[in-house]
C-alpha cells in the first residue's frame, strides 16, 4: 500500500537551470496539490490538479512555473530558470475525494536548493 | 481571508508528561476541516487528527486529542503520555470546502528523557 511517491528526495540546481520534481499519487486517489515550504514557515499551497485538468493555480508564481497531471505518469512540478529564493521544500499531496476532511496524504517532500 | 496561528514556536516537555500545543484561526465560515500534521525530521507530513467543524465532540486518537471551541476559533493539540517519538514540529491547518489547507507556522516539540 504504497504512499505519495516524491521523487527526487534533494535536488540541486546552479542558478537558471531547471528543476523538475515528480509525484505518484496514493493508489485510489485522484487530486494531487503541491505545497511550498520556506524554512521555519508552514505549508503555502501552490496548485491543484486533476488527471490532465489543472483545477486551481492561484498559489503559484505566473513566471518560472507550471505543473502537469498526465492522463499516464506521475504529476510533474517544473521551474525554469530556478533562482535562490526557489530554494525550498516542495510537497505533494493526494486526495481520493476533493473536499478536504478525509485529510490528504503528503508526499516526504523534495527539497530543492539553488546554488 | 482565513488565517492559522500558532503562538508556540517551541514547546518541551518531559517524557511520559501531557502537553498542549495552541492553535486559533479566523474564518467567517460555519463549515470547515481542522487538522494536526506532524512533521519529524524525516520531513514526511503524518496526519495525526482531525475535526469537523459541524461536529461538537472532540476528536480523540489514541494519546492525541483536540479541545475545540467553535465560538472561541480555538484548536488545541493534546499530548497524553509524551515519547520520545513525539518529538517533532506541529503543523495547525485549516480547510474549508475549497480544499485548500491553510497552515500555521508551526510548533517545535522537544521531548525531554
Known amino acids: 500500500n504504497a504512499g505519495v511517491m516524491q521523487n527526487p528526495r534533494h535536488l540541486v540546481r546552479r542558478r537558471g537551470q531547471e528543476a523538475r520534481l515528480r509525484c505518484s499519487p496514493m493508489?485510489?486517489?485522484?487530486?494531487v496539490y503541491w505545497y511550498r515550504q520556506l524554512p521555519e514557515e508552514g505549508l503555502k499551497f501552490m496548485v491543484y490538479?486533476?488527471?490532465?485538468?489543472?483545477?486551481?493555480e492561484s498559489g503559484m508564481p505566473k513566471e518560472r512555473f507550471s505543473a502537469e497531471f498526465p492522463k499516464e505518469g506521475p504529476s510533474i512540478l517544473r521551474i525554469q530558470q530556478v533562482v535562490r529564493g526557489d530554494s525550498a521544500a516542495y510537497f505533494c499531496?493526494?486526495?481520493?475525494?476533493?473536499?478536504?476532511?478525509?485529510?490528504?496524504?503528503f508526499g516526504s517532500g523534495t527539497r530543492l536548493t539553488v546554488v | 481571508a482565513q488565517t492559522v496561528t500558532q503562538s508556540q514556536p517551541e514547546m518541551s516537555v518531559q517524557e511520559a508528561e501531557t502537553v498542549t500545543l495552541s492553535c486559533t484561526y479566523d474564518t467567517s465560515e460555519s463549515d470547515y476541516y481542522l487538522f494536526w500534521y506532524k512533521q519529524p525530521p524525516s520531513r514526511q507530513m503524518i496526519l495525526v487528527i482531525r475535526?469537523?467543524?459541524?461536529k461538537q465532540q472532540n476528536a480523540t486518537e489514541n494519546r492525541f486529542s483536540v479541545n475545540f471551541q467553535k465560538a472561541a476559533k480555538s484548536f488545541s493539540l493534546k499530548i497524553s503520555d509524551s515519547q520520545l517519538g513525539d518529538a517533532a514540529m506541529y503543523f495547525c491547518a485549516y480547510c474549508h470546502s475549497n480544499y485548500q489547507l491553510i497552515w500555521g507556522a508551526g510548533t517545535k516539540l522537544i521531548i525531554k528523557p
Open positions: 490538479l486533476q488527471k490532465e485538468n489543472i483545477i486551481d
Open positions: 475535526q469537523e467543524a459541524y
Open positions: 499531496a493526494s486526495s481520493r475525494l476533493r473536499t478536504g476532511f478525509e485529510g490528504y496524504t
Open positions: 493508489k485510489g486517489h485522484s487530486h
